[in-house]
């Protein structure tokens, strides 16, 4: 009897770079269509590794800290003052 994994496929670089090309092209001729192919439902569908997505989830993170800060790099103390301002969520 051969074996039968239970994971999920992994996905090459290749398959990747396609995805995020397709990502890019949507995200200019729909908005709506750009969180399907978001990087969180890609990790999801087991598109890209924990790894990786821990890694663009933190640069999201800083890009919005920086546009909250009006495209200025926010110091601690602008971001402490910022977030304690912020609802609890």
Sequence with gaps: ???V???????SKRDIGMIEH???????EDHFFKTLLDFSNMFKA???SELEYARRKKEK???????MA????????????????????
């Design 22 to 28: 397709i990502l890019s092209k949507i995200a200019e």
């Design 5 to 11: 994994s239970l994971k999920w496929p992994t996905a």
């Design 46 to 48: 087991g598109l890209i």
């Design 61 to 67: 993170e800083e890009e919005a800290r920086t546009n």
């Design 70 to 89: 009006g495209g200025r790099a926010m110091t601690d103390t602008t971001r402490r003052q910022l977030e304690s301002r912020a609802p609890l969520q």
């Design 1 to 3: 009897m051969p074996f």
